[in-house]
T-cell receptor
Framework: DSGVTQTPKHLITATGQRVTLRCSPR?????VYWYQQSLDQGLQFLIQ???????AKGNILERFSAQQFPDLHSELNLSSLELGDSALYFC?????????????FGEGSWLTVV | AQKVTQAQTEISVVEKEDVTLDCVYE???????LFWYKQPPSGELVFLIRRNSFDEQNEISGRYSWNFQKSTSSFNFTITASQVVDSAVYFCALSKAGAGTWGYQKVTFGTGTKLQVIP
C-alpha cells in the first residue's frame, strides 16, 4: 500500500459526460501528479501540483482540468468524454515535488467511456 | 530533451531462470535520478528503486539487483530465480529538476517491458 488513495476505482460512463477523479496523497506529501495510462499511449504525464499550485503541465487536454485543495487532496475533472479517454488514471504524490523525490502511485482509477 | 528506452517490449522466461530488463536513458543533466516501477496485472504501480546519478554502486535487494552504468547510460534490472509473481510490466523512469521552478520535477517513463514468467 503506497498510502495514495484514489476514488473511484472503476467508473463506466457515456460519451459526452463529465467525471471527477479524486486523490488523497500520502500523509505529509505536498506534491500531487496525475498520469494517464492507455494501451496505445503508455504512461502520459498530465499535470503536477505542489502545495496547491500548479507546477507543470504535460499532455493534458483542454477538456480536462485539475486542482489541489488546501488540504492537499486533488481532483481531476474530465469533461465531454470521448471513447478515447478510456484509460487508467493514476494519481501519485511525492514529498515536495523536487527532482529525486520518489513518486508513489495510487492504485489508479479505471475509466471506461461507452 | 530526456528520453528513456526500454527496447524489450515483452520477455518470457521459465520459472527459476534469471532475467535482465534493459533501460537506456538520455539526458544532458549531470544530476538526475533513475527509478524502476513494477505494474502487476492488477494495475497498481509499485515503486522498486531510486538511484541518483552520483551513485553508481550496484544494488541488490533479495532476488532483485540493479546495474547502473553512466558510461553506457544504462540502468538495468535483473531478477534472479524468477517466480510467477514477478510477472508484470516493469517501467524505468528518469527524473530531472524542472528549470527554475521549485517543486517541479520532470519525470520521463519508458514504455515498459512486459515480463511473463512461465511455471
Amino acid at each position: 500500500d503506497s498510502g495514495v488513495t484514489q476514488t473511484p476505482k472503476h467508473l463506466i460512463t457515456a460519451t459526452g459526460q463529465r467525471v471527477t477523479l479524486r486523490c488523497s496523497p500520502r500523509s505529509g506529501d505536498l506534491s500531487v501528479y496525475w498520469y494517464q495510462q492507455s494501451l496505445d499511449q503508455g504512461l502520459q504525464f498530465l499535470i503536477q501540483y505542489y502545495n496547491g499550485e500548479e507546477r507543470a503541465k504535460g499532455n493534458i487536454l483542454e477538456r480536462f482540468s485539475a486542482q489541489q485543495f488546501p488540504d492537499l487532496h486533488s481532483e481531476l475533472n474530465l469533461s465531454s468524454l470521448e471513447l478515447g479517454d478510456s484509460a487508467l488514471y493514476f494519481c501519485a504524490s511525492s514529498p515536495d515535488g523536487r527532482s529525486g523525490n520518489t513518486i508513489y502511485f495510487g492504485e489508479g482509477s479505471w475509466l471506461t467511456v461507452v | 530533451a530526456q528520453k528513456v528506452t526500454q527496447a524489450q517490449t515483452e520477455i518470457s522466461v521459465v520459472e527459476k531462470e534469471d532475467v535482465t530488463l534493459d533501460c537506456v536513458y538520455e539526458t544532458r543533466d549531470t544530476t538526475y535520478y533513475l527509478f524502476w516501477y513494477k505494474q502487476p496485472p492488477s494495475g497498481e504501480l509499485v515503486f522498486l528503486i531510486r538511484r541518483n546519478s552520483f551513485d553508481e554502486q550496484n544494488e541488490i535487494s533479495g532476488r532483485y539487483s540493479w546495474n547502473f552504468q553512466k558510461s553506457t547510460s544504462s540502468f538495468n534490472f535483473t531478477i534472479t530465480a524468477s517466480q510467477v509473481v514477478d510477472s508484470a510490466v516493469y517501467f524505468c523512469a528518469l527524473s530531472k529538476a524542472g528549470a527554475g521552478t521549485w517543486g517541479y520535477q520532470k519525470v520521463t517513463f519508458g514504455t515498459g517491458t512486459k515480463l511473463q514468467v512461465i511455471p
